[in-house]
């Protein structure tokens, strides 16, 4: 393997302090940059005849997925192999769980074993921030990565969006301000979607215009009840938006982010004025239960009125790019035939960019200076 | 690791051109011998104290396997970690299937994580071969590997019986030409055999006289509505079976193969005739649901009338060998003294050859010219 | 990665001939020191910066784990890695078992693949046993490690359960002598525990005093049939126990050997006099289909009376310290707080322990000069 001198170049110059990726929400402008630039190093070392750095050898990384999971896990398991990690697959179907086990305890056996990160995917919103706070408290210097906990936050997949974003506004040096003023729509199930919440945070952040927009049942249920939070002027979402991500973030308070400079989203009950004059799209995955829920009238429906299609497009900026996290339903968040059309659809892209943003999460975690 | 110089050799005197392997229809005698020839070097890495070769380090092998299976998935994933090739495992249970993903986004996702070559099993006939066309289609120099689709082709199992049947009669020089004039008796469960279609394009292609016998209900079922292609003085099968195998075989007109300089099979009802000077016997397995489909009246009746037995093996040369893809019903396909008795069986040769094979496949497609 | 010295010059005197670890029955003192001494350097190794050696580079361990399991697959798991073997694993759900294969032939499929050990683990008493005697019937040097089988064994937990004991008492130098006349309470389910039959194999060959308690009916049912065979003075339970053990293990009569020579276990039906002045305890899982079994009343019930509480560890020496093999009922076994008192539980040094102590087993074995 050579010797992976790029990455190393731009490690050399900064220092990484945080120990856990739990959530986006009180994430530095300096930490964002420092993960796109990382993970452009790691994009040249996939790009190289043999995609593999020394940089994590015999390190573990525990891969704890209590909620199935193919993509995410994959993605991880391939970043850890890429670093020369070694690896280890929680399975929850042939767990100790099931023999009553806790979580913490679970967590606390892969530590015993030697994991030096744990990646960490759960259905309940806040396991993650628990075993991290577990494993402050047991003083050991073991990282926990989010990987997606319930409706709270999949700080990853927010990461690997902007990645694939700033890339394509500027591929050698993707980086947070080039999103400065860029209209960015948000469709979908917004009540259910930790990817939402956290590329909320990050777009933020940003400086661009986030919007959002989905049928009224698939918004957030506080915001009906606190509606009167709601700027009728300026159809500003900030109070309401910021007490839901409140409810889930216990770190949004922290000293070091100062709330009041970003630019805070727009809500709409119909997507048109979303994606007017939009530079990006990003469709959010709608989980087929939400009809038994009640939730929904039919996929066609849904399709009808906030479905991304070529139609629909024309509102936006000619060079609009639409993404996913995945898997889609074609045909329902986006026409099949859009989905696959290079001219429009980050999707692929988004996918390679996920290995290269992982490696760099793994690798800026694995030499934390906290 | 030792530089691994004989496969090397071999490699250096040969131009592979077939990015996937997908069918044996259209297998050309060369292509045969390379694989022969390729697995033999293998084997001899295979042999040393140290079983690992550098060839395929740094490239990723997608092992999708949207039906479940351990055997053959264990020896694909023994024989990419012998290539020193990370591998990745899709595991059905926990998978965005149920998620309403399409297989085909399944595997573009794959792609776009880095896979360099994929190797899939489903249950529906055709998928590998419309995965490998949306590669084509996509231009990106991924090589995707049929490890069993439906009933179709099963061409790597197919691969390891020739590897192990060509060892047999020259160990250091396996090779097709070995097999012309012998007698091979394939018997069992014809209809639903994937491992039966591939080997009757390779054997036939050998030059080996290919002998079927079964029930009449599980013979394919294409095979009673064109009964009229039966010439009955010769009761020659040829036109029938190429008929049946035309249907799942779109590569088979290639303008490379000459179909007619081969042999063609020959269908018994009974496995007295099959059997009788026999140089090798081929059992398949007999799956149990046939059963409830009400296709077999009993496993006793099967076995005693195409049951693999020490008597019966009195019909066929002295030297016979008996072969089975395995898991093996033991007493049904074949006696259980007669499975562990080395003078006869070739079972436990068939799972070794099976490394040393794959390994092959996957080193040719990684190197692929095209 | 650095020259394993450490184990290499312990190794240099030592000769290890045993090719399989199935049980404790017939375990030397001089094999006892041989694994505490290759687990003590093995976790030297695993204190350096890079946690791995080439001892059993290119070498493949089949995990063939039957029945499900995470903690003690992951832990085998890991050791293999950190040896540098390759592993492949064996999943029951998605296995040719559910296609009617043998367990034996599972196994030979694995062999025939190329495995140079395998490590078992099956519902069923006796299944490694049997896979072992299979491997010695056919000639081949594969070696079988039992992971757990039935009711009947678990030697590698009870030897990183005497490894986590004897490095207590002495760090550098773990050894079987240093447990001579302590007392250890094992508390809990007696009757279904293989762990607990390990480890008072091992206990008893070290000089320990082994204490069990438990209630009535979760004592091994023989005793009660055999009771006669109880010295009513001693509270003996030598003859009774030995018997059971006997059932089990039919390599006891090794004439290499000196039962006599051993201090045997005493039994009570109350935990008191179990603890009484006791050095450690070792409390074991209470599986809780056993109430449904109606073998127990309640798990309160079980709790009040066989718990491990701080009042009872008043009973025990100042510095007694509570094992269990995991994972863990919380306040069933144990209370809560006391599992997690550094002061008194050594559950996550035994989970730590388990990956030295098994890489110990998987590197004498695959060292074995028989």
Redesign the interface.
């Known amino acids: 393997m050579r010797s992976p001198t790029t990455f190393d170049n731009v490690m050399a110059t900064t220092t990484w302090t945080r120990r856990h990726i739990l959530s986006l929400a009180d994430f530095l402008p300096t930490e964002y940059d420092t993960v796109l630039q990382t993970a452009a190093s790691f994009r040249e070392v996939?790009s190289?005849?043999?995609?593999?750095v020394p940089a994590l050898?015999?390190q573990?990384i525990a891969n704890l997925?209590f909620e199935?999971?193919?993509?995410t896990?994959?993605?991880f398991?391939?970043a850890a192999?890429?670093l020369s990690a070694?690896t280890?697959n929680?399975?929850p179907?042939?767990?100790?769980l099931s023999?009553?086990?806790?979580i913490l305890?679970?967590a606390?056996?892969?530590?015993?074993?030697?994991a030096d990160m744990m990646v960490i995917r759960h259905r309940e919103a806040g396991v993650p921030q628990a075993i991290a706070t577990e494993m402050n408290r047991l003083g050991v210097r073991v990282g926990v990565l989010n990987a997606g906990d319930g409706q709270h936050e999949h700080p990853s997949q927010a990461l690997l969006d902007l990645f694939t974003i700033c890339s394509l506004l500027d591929f050698e040096r993707p980086r947070l301000e080039l999103l400065a003023g860029k209209k960015i729509a948000i469709v979908g199930d917004l009540l259910h979607s930790r990817v939402a919440r956290s590329n909320i945070w990050s777009l933020t952040a940003s400086g661009a215009e986030v919007h959002l927009a989905g049928p009224p049942t698939l918004v957030p249920q506080l915001f009906a009840e606190y509606g009167s939070g709601r700027d009728e002027e300026t159809n500003n979402l900030f109070h309401t938006s910021s007490f839901l991500l409140h409810t889930f973030s216990p770190t949004q308070d922290s000293p070091t982010r100062t709330q009041d400079s970003k630019k805070t989203p727009f809500l709409h009950w119909e997507i048109e004025p979303a994606l007017q004059d939009a530079d990006f799209v990003m469709t959010l995955?709608l989980q087929?239960e939400r009809m038994s829920a009640h939730l929904l009238p039919s996929l066609r429906e849904y399709h009808q009125r906030y479905g991304i299609t070529r139609d629909r497009l024309k509102l936006c900026k000619p060079d609009i790019k639409v993404l996913h996290p995945?898997?889609?339903?074609?045909g329902v968040e986006i026409s099949s035939e859009l989905m696959d059309d290079p001219q429009f659809s980050l999707i692929?892209?988004?996918?390679?960019s996920?290995?290269a943003v992982r490696m760099a999460l793994l690798y800026l975690m694995g030499g934390s200076k906290i």
Chains 1, 2, 3 share one sequence.
């Open positions: 996939l190289r005849r043999t995609k593999k050898q015999g573990v997925f199935p999971s193919t993509r896990r994959s993605s398991e391939l192999k890429r070694d280890l929680f399975t179907g042939s767990s100790s023999k009553g086990e806790t305890d679970t606390k056996t892969y530590l015993a074993m030697g995955r087929k995945g898997p889609v339903n074609r692929s892209q988004q996918v390679t996920g290995v």
